[in-house]
């Protein structure tokens, strides 16, 4: 490999320790989930209900500060948002371990959820990584976000065994003051933050991206795909110790053995649907598997063998969706719009989780556990039939190439890059002197390409 075609030290290091900073964030959020149900009994006002709250109560504000921050950090810079928010996790998690009362707990999941850094996050990656290999950097922070979630599962009910919930969430406190030490120290600075149309929210492509319907239907599954989740860390905790025997102490090895085992599951049904370009069929397919698992986990509460064994089919259909939708949104998002449809995409996740737990604490409160996987099965299902209209998504990839500044002025230089065979869409941003591009790779004539964008 050519030395140019590397990541040079400055940009691994970027890619490497802003994963890191995302994984230690989403790791303290996450953490709680497996716990907070089964825990909540040395609370005062512990009710289902508010249990629920308590569950999603951070995706309330993180929805409503997500896009917001990240358009702040274009104008203050990145560093300051990301250790802004990262403070402001750091003092949630101080306030909901000193909390005695489930109102307490709320109170802190709703400041934890405040520090919505993502946005400002993979700005900073694009300010840090070239084009060639932003990608890749994008990439890894998916990993480390995957990976932070499956720690989560494991060590939230190992923690909380030995400190009690007041220790899980101590320690969400200390994952967020190493991530401001990363970022202070160990993330390099930005020669400028410069607004990136595949990183943050342009605001010419916002109104464009909320009218799309097939991004519009991917909104609706995000949010419904977290809600079924927070929904059932209502229910599956209560499930595995009340309805199981499993002390909850020991409910750390059903989660490590289903997302294992789950991961394992899901890796051939994504390379299917990338090689064999069937993203439709396979992620119709997880969504029908998330709705009729819901019953086979009611029916199941009584045996731990067959309840562990829905979990793990539970964990194949959401970490196949989890996985698979950002790709999705990226083939569907139109060119130079990715960064902005990601942001709404976001916002609607974190709106799912919040209404998600509301609603598993409130219909556990009134039809137990069998009503919350009721309820989870109509969700699912209500995706389905949406789902099953959306088209078969384009199977592009998204570029974006600098321009020579004397091509600005070409009128028909748009033209002439869509007679590129494999070019499906360009757009042409004078502010940033660079084009955006969606491209078939199996048909891309790159030579060519370069040719028009890039003449001697």
């Known amino acids: 490999m050519h030395q140019a075609d590397r990541m040079t030290s400055a940009e691994q290091r970027a890619a490497s320790s802003l994963a890191a900073v995302f994984a230690f964030r989403m790791l303290g959020l996450f953490m709680v989930l497996p716990v907070l149900a089964t825990y909540s009994d040395s609370l005062s006002g512990a009710t289902p209900l508010l249990i629920g709250v308590a ?50 707990v709320i109170a802190g999941r709703i400041l934890q959820g405040a520090g919505a850094i993502a946005a400002a996050v993979m700005a900073l990656v ?59 120290w160990v993330v390099p600075n930005p020669t400028m933050a410069l607004p990136h149309r595949e990183a943050g929210v342009a605001k010419g492509a916002f109104m464009a991206s909320l009218h799309n319907a097939d991004l519009l239907r991917l909104n609706y599954g995000i949010a419904v795909l977290h809600a079924i989740l927070m929904a059932s860390f209502v229910a599956i905790p209560l499930a595995l110790q009340e309805q199981a025997g499993l002390p909850r102490e020991e409910h750390w090895w059903v989660y490590l053995a289903a997302l294992l085992l789950s991961f394992f599951a899901m890796v051939p049904f994504i390379i299917y649907a990338e090689r064999q370009r069937q993203v439709k069929r396979v992620v ?13 986990l009611w029916l199941s509460t009584s045996s731990l063998p067959w309840l ?18 950002p790709s999705l949104l990226s083939k569907i998002a139109p060119a130079g719009a990715k960064g902005t449809a990601m942001g709404i ?46 088209g078969e998504p384009p199977y592009v990839t998204s570029y974006r190439m600098p321009l020579a500044a004397h091509l600005l002025g070409d009128q028909a230089l748009p033209q002439r890059i869509l007679a590129v065979p494999g070019v499906v869409e360009a757009v ?23 040719r028009v964008v890039n003449p001697a």
């Open 55 to 104: 569950i999603g109560a951070y995706g309330l504000t993180q929805a409503f500060l997500q896009i917001p921050f990240g358009m702040l950090s274009d104008r203050i810079g990145r560093k300051p948002v990301i250790i802004g928010g990262l403070i402001l996790f750091a003092l949630g998690g101080l306030l909901a371990a000193q909390a005695d009362s489930m109102a307490g």
């Open 345 to 390: 995409y976001s916002t609607s996740q974190f709106a799912g989780a919040a209404l998600g737990g509301v609603l598993g604490g409130a219909v556990f409160g009134v039809w137990g556990l069998g009503g919350v996987f009721l309820c989870c099965m109509l969700l699912a299902l209500s995706w389905w039939v949406i789902g099953v209209t959306m």
């Open 428 to 450: 042409v941003v004078a502010e940033e002197v660079a084009v955006y591009l969606k491209v078939d790779s199996q048909v891309l004539d790159a030579q060519a390409l370069d």
């Open 284 to 296: 119709l397919g997880a969504i029908l598997l998330l709705a009729l698992v819901q019953p086979v």
């Open 126 to 184: 694009a300010d840090l990584t070239r084009e060639q290999h932003r990608t890749k950097a994008m990439a890894l922070i998916g990993m480390s976000i995957g990976l932070s979630f499956a720690v989560a599962m494991v060590a939230g009910p190992v923690i909380a065994g030995m400190a009690g919930l007041q220790g899980v969430f101590l320690v969400t406190t200390l994952l967020a003051l190493i991530g401001i030490v990363l970022v202070l």
């Open 308 to 325: 562990v064994a829905a979990i793990v089919l539970f964990f194949v259909g959401f970490n196949l969706l989890e996985a698979t939708m």
